[in-house]
T-cell receptor, first 115, second 113 residues
Framework: GAGVSQSPSNKVTEKGKDVELRCDPISGHTALYWYRQSLGQGLEFLIY????????KSGLPSDRFSAERTGGSVSTLTIQRTQQEDSAVYLC?????????????FGPGTRLTVT | KQEVTQIPAALSVPEGENLVLNCSFTDSAIYNLQWFRQDPGKGLTSLLLIQSSQREQTSGRLNASLDKSSGRSTLYIAASQPGDSATYLCAVKSTGTASKLTFGTGTRLQVTL
């Protein structure tokens, strides 16, 4: 079957604009994760979903960031009033279940550039 | 809080050499450890996943070992090739509610002709 897909692959936006990043997980995967990789930085965890629920939003960098998941499938990460420090590659991953030794499968990422 | 460290940060070797990349983690409460490869401007390619109950995994010229009690993993690359040039990341999946991956900062490998 298909792997994790993300869209767009690249996004250039002006400072202050809102952006939406989309993730399509592997079919049947109940857990979904968002990570961010900033230039010169490591990969940092942002948020996870179990089904449509995101119990812990503390990894989101600021209140300009929000995420939702509908139908236990597609997830959208929204960044409002983008800032230059938001420029990064945003990676999505899914796994069969949240807890347990299940592998996380990563999408190709969305490269966000804020000008 | 889980912390993952990778040594060295960068490595340059001539083609044909065998090499070892190191990864250490501070909390042994993990489900598994995964090694990834990342090419410049690209996403993550999973190389090997070792479950906490396992000692090693092999795929082609790659061999990864795990010593959970000491918080260490190594990635051994045999007979390196220029096409192996990339950044190698290790990540541990911690037990707990989120079961998120915690990544090291990577080893940037350059294999020269």
């Amino acid at each position: 079957g298909a792997g994790v897909s993300q869209s767009p692959s690249n996004k250039v936006t002006e400072k202050g604009k809102d952006v939406e990043l989309r993730c399509d997980p592997i079919s049947g995967h109940t857990a979904l994760y968002w990570y961010r990789q900033s230039l010169g930085q490591g990969l940092e965890f942002l948020i996870y979903f179990q089904g449509n629920s995101a119990p812990d939003k503390s990894g989101l960098p600021s209140d300009r960031f929000s995420a939702e998941r509908t139908g236990g499938s597609v997830s959208t990460l929204t960044i409002q009033r983008t800032q230059q420090e938001d420029s990064a590659v945003y990676l999505c991953a899914s796994s069969l279940m949240l807890a347990g030794p299940y592998e996380q499968y990563f999408g190709p990422g969305t490269r966000l550039t804020v000008t | 809080k889980q912390e993952v460290t990778q040594i060295p940060a960068a490595l340059s070797v001539p083609e044909g050499e065998n090499l070892v990349l190191n990864c250490s983690f501070t909390d042994s409460a993990i489900y598994n450890l995964q090694w990834f490869r990342q090419d410049p401007g690209k996403g993550l390619t999973s190389l090997l996943l070792i479950q906490s109950s396992q000692r090693e995994q092999t795929s082609g010229r790659l061999n990864a070992s795990l010593d959970k009690s000491s918080g260490r993993s190594t990635l051994y690359i045999a007979a390196s090739q220029p096409g192996d040039s990339a950044t190698y990341l290790c990540a541990v999946k911690s037990t707990g509610t989120a079961s998120k991956l915690t990544f090291g900062t990577g080893t940037r490998l350059q294999v020269t002709l």
